[in-house]
């Protein structure tokens, strides 16, 4: 793939090929999109034989961090005489991240044989889904899916004649941002309060109820039928060569055509933009995130730094969960920073000290500077603190909150210094609406000299 190939070629719709079917999420639907071949060729094969095709491909976690996924399955320890647990992790709540949950609504199936494939590798006979339980109709939809597969015999005993048995759980979770970080996320299945948990021991130690367990990211789990179905040679051909393979590239925010792009790993900003009809008519680029509110923000600087995990990493970012939330120049940095700092805020668990006393006083500073009433100093303290969270708390969470702090002041401290100097916002919070350029499109225009001079 290069950059002066045509916009359109650069898709690879696999996860979604089927989104604009009738009744994309049946199970009807999934089987005219070659839906468990995949599963019938993982299970002819040794599980370890199946572990190590996953790790070969190179797949790795949609979830945000890129761990291999093989690898993360071979560290269950075998002939341990314990259970295994799968969970599948989709909480997703993270601000601009959207991919997971189109993803279950549209084609639920793909999920359903992945967990299949991955429960025979690790040996697991009980999976779970954690849901985020604000999204009611994908639950049902989940359950729907789920009781399709047991009834096509893809789940429950004795799965196509091979002998493996598996059941799955689904488990909405209550709305909150931490439990989808893994160790909050088990402790929450586990009927407590999600918040982290010390490590080691690692959860393929000892996760679920203390036996080993892999957690898995929706959108890794769903990728894997088709890498048993065409092919680790396929996979490996698509993306780059650390980063290969498919993914769902979602845009939101100040852009034409907002949803999800799923593309070959590597393609570039740019090349999304040309695909989905830019940044909003008449407008122009300013800061974008690569993989959701945690990444530090990138500039119109970054159009051409490859989408995958080396590329965003050696420009100073995260890919993250290829969150894309594009902002243009009508949008305050200051008050976007602070919203997202409120997000944080409110979602730290409070288990740690630099987090939960960190993201309070930031939204503090963020907000008295926003409304022009920041003091010298304020953007000192404001990467002081964000220094002292980020690295020195207890999970990711405090990282994520720091991010956008001493990003937006390396790319638009001036911003920052002139709502010092002006004692006020420059911007007004109407103009980065969508409804916007609507509204100033129907207002009356002012008469031109012909017109008052006819
Ligand atoms: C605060 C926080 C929230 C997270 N939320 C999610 C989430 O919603 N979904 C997810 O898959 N991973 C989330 N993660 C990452 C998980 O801890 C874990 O790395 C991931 O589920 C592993 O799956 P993968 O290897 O397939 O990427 C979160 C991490 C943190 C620190
Ligand atoms: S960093 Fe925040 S969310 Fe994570 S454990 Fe500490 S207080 Fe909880």
């Given at each position: 793939m290069t950059a002066t190939?045509?916009?359109?070629k650069l898709l690879s719709p696999v996860l979604s090929a089927s989104w604009d079917d009738h009744r994309p999420w049946s199970l009807e639907t999934y089987h005219r999109h070659e839906g468990y071949q995949g599963l019938r060729k993982a299970l002819a094969?040794?599980?370890?034989?199946?572990?190590?095709?996953?790790?070969?491909?190179?797949?790795?976690?949609?979830?945000?961090?890129?761990?291999?996924?093989?690898?993360?399955?071979?560290?269950?320890?075998?002939?341990?005489?314990?259970?295994?647990?799968?969970?599948?992790?989709?909480?997703?709540?993270?601000?601009?991240t959207c991919k997971?949950?189109?993803?279950?609504?549209?084609?639920?199936?793909?999920?359903?044989?992945?967990?299949?494939?991955?429960?025979?590798?690790i040996r697991c006979e009980h999976a779970f889904i954690y849901l985020r339980g604000e999204v009611v109709p994908v639950l049902r939809r989940?359950?729907?899916?789920?009781?399709?597969?047991?009834?096509?015999?893809?789940?429950?005993?004795?799965?196509?004649?091979?002998?493996?048995?598996l059941d799955i759980t689904v488990h909405a979770g209550a709305g909150a941002y931490i439990c989808g970080e893994e160790t909050a996320l088990l402790d929450s299945l586990e009927g407590r309060r999600g918040q982290p948990r010390l490590r080691p021991p690692f959860p393929a130690i000892a996760g679920l109820y203390a036996c080993p367990t892999v957690v898995n990211n929706v959108e890794s789990i769903a990728s894997v039928p088709s890498i048993l179905a065409r092919g680790k040679e396929w996979f490996t051909s698509l993306g780059t060569e650390k980063s290969p393979?498919?993914?769902?590239?979602?845009?939101?925010?100040?852009?034409?055509?907002?949803?999800?792009?799923?593309?070959?790993?590597?393609?570039?900003?740019?090349?999304?933009?040309?695909?989905?009809?830019?940044?909003?008519?008449?407008?122009?680029?300013?800061?974008?995130?690569?993989?959701?509110?945690?990444?530090?923000?990138f500039t119109d600087e970054h159009l051409d730094v490859p989408l995958d995990y080396e590329g965003v990493g050696a420009a100073g970012s995260m890919l993250g969960t290829k969150a894309l939330q594009?902002?243009?120049?009508?949008?305050?940095?200051?008050?976007?920073?602070?919203?997202?700092?409120?997000?944080?805020?409110?979602?730290?668990?409070?288990k740690c000290t630099p987090c939960r006393e960190g993201t309070y006083w930031l939204v503090q500073l963020l907000k008295r500077i926003e409304a022009g009433a920041g003091e010298a100093g304020d953007l000192e303290k404001l990467l002081d603190i964000?220094?002292?969270?980020?690295?020195?708390?207890?999970?990711?969470?405090?990282?994520?909150?720091?991010?956008p702090i001493s990003s937006s002041l390396q790319y638009f401290r001036a911003e920052y210094e002139q709502h010092l100097a002006e004692r006020r916002c420059p911007f007004?919070?109407?103009?980065?609406?969508v409804w916007a350029d609507a509204k100033q499109a129907k207002a009356p225009q002012p008469a031109t000299e012909r017109e008052v001079h006819a």
């Amino acid at each position: 793939m290069t950059a002066t190939e045509p916009a359109e070629k650069l898709l690879s719709p696999v996860l979604s090929a089927s989104w604009d079917d009738h009744r994309p999420w049946s199970l009807e639907t999934y089987h005219r999109h070659e839906g468990y071949q995949g599963l019938r060729k993982a299970l002819a094969m040794d599980p370890d034989a199946l572990i190590a095709l996953v790790k070969e491909s190179g797949l790795r976690g949609r979830g945000g961090a890129g761990f291999p996924t093989g690898l993360k399955w071979q560290f269950i320890p075998q002939n341990d005489g314990k259970p295994h647990y799968l969970v599948v992790n989709a909480d997703e709540s993270e601000p601009g991240t959207c991919k997971d949950i189109p993803l279950l609504f549209a084609n639920p199936h793909a999920l359903i044989e992945g967990m299949v494939i991955a429960s025979y590798a690790i040996r697991c006979e009980h999976a779970f889904i954690y849901l985020r339980g604000e999204v009611v109709p994908v639950l049902r939809r989940l359950h729907a899916a789920v009781a399709e597969a047991y009834q096509a015999g893809y789940l429950g005993r004795d799965i196509l004649g091979s002998g493996v048995d598996l059941d799955i759980t689904v488990h909405a979770g209550a709305g909150a941002y931490i439990c989808g970080e893994e160790t909050a996320l088990l402790d929450s299945l586990e009927g407590r309060r999600g918040q982290p948990r010390l490590r080691p021991p690692f959860p393929a130690i000892a996760g679920l109820y203390a036996c080993p367990t892999v957690v898995n990211n929706v959108e890794s789990i769903a990728s894997v039928p088709s890498i048993l179905a065409r092919g680790k040679e396929w996979f490996t051909s698509l993306g780059t060569e650390k980063s290969p393979g498919f993914t769902l590239y979602s845009l939101s925010g100040h852009v034409t055509n907002p949803g999800q792009y799923e593309a070959p790993l590597g393609v570039t900003l740019r090349q999304l933009l040309d695909i989905s009809g830019g940044v909003r008519s008449g407008h122009r680029l300013k800061f974008w995130t690569p993989g959701g509110s945690s990444t530090p923000m990138f500039t119109d600087e970054h159009l051409d730094v490859p989408l995958d995990y080396e590329g965003v990493g050696a420009a100073g970012s995260m890919l993250g969960t290829k969150a894309l939330q594009i902002f243009d120049e009508t949008t305050c940095v200051v008050r976007a920073v602070t919203r997202w700092t409120e997000f944080y805020a409110h979602e730290s668990c409070g288990k740690c000290t630099p987090c939960r006393e960190g993201t309070y006083w930031l939204v503090q500073l963020l907000k008295r500077i926003e409304a022009g009433a920041g003091e010298a100093g304020d953007l000192e303290k404001l990467l002081d603190i964000a220094d002292n969270i980020n690295g020195k708390s207890f999970c990711a969470l405090g990282d994520g909150a720091a991010s956008p702090i001493s990003s937006s002041l390396q790319y638009f401290r001036a911003e920052y210094e002139q709502h010092l100097a002006e004692r006020r916002c420059p911007f007004d919070p109407a103009a980065a609406t969508v409804w916007a350029d609507a509204k100033q499109a129907k207002a009356p225009q002012p008469a031109t000299e012909r017109e008052v001079h006819a």
